[in-house]
C-alpha cells in the first residue's frame, strides 16, 4: 500500500508541475504539451535500460546446471521404468502423455 502511495504522489507532483508550467508560461506553450509524451519515453528507456542491466548482471549458477542435469537424468531413468522411450514421447500429445504417466 505504501508503494501505491508513492506513485501517486509522484503522479500529482508531476502534474502539478507540468500544470504549472502551462499556466505561467516560463517554456513556450508547444514544448510544454509535449512534456507528458517526453516523460512516457523517458520512463520506457528507463524501463529498457534496467531489463539490459539485469540481463548483463545476471548471474550464471554452474551448481543449479548441474543439478537441472541430474533432475533430467532422473526424468529419463522413470520413463523408462514407465516403458516410455523417447520415440514414443515425441509422438504423444500432451493430454496422452500425462494421462499415461497418471496410470
Do not use: N
Not at 19 to 48: D, K, N
Not at 85 to 91: A, R, T, V
Amino acid at each position: 500500500m505504501k508503494h501505491i502511495v508513492k506513485i501517486l504522489t509522484l503522479l500529482v507532483i508531476i502534474s502539478a508541475l507540468w500544470i504549472g508550467l502551462l499556466q505561467t508560461a516560463i517554456i513556450p506553450r508547444s514544448h510544454t504539451w509535449l512534456l507528458p509524451i517526453y516523460f512516457v519515453v523517458s520512463l520506457g528507456c528507463y524501463g529498457l535500460l534496467m531489463v539490459g542491466v539485469g540481463l548483463v548482471q545476471f548471474p550464471t549458477c554452474p551448481q543449479e546446471a548441474v543439478l537441472l542435469q541430474q533432475d533430467v537424468v532422473e526424468a529419463k531413468e522413470y520413463l523408462k521404468l514407465k516403458g516410455i522411450d523417447k520415440s514414443e514421447f515425441c509422438q504423444l500429445s500432451w493430454k496422452v502423455f500425462l494421462i499415461y504417466l497418471d496410470c
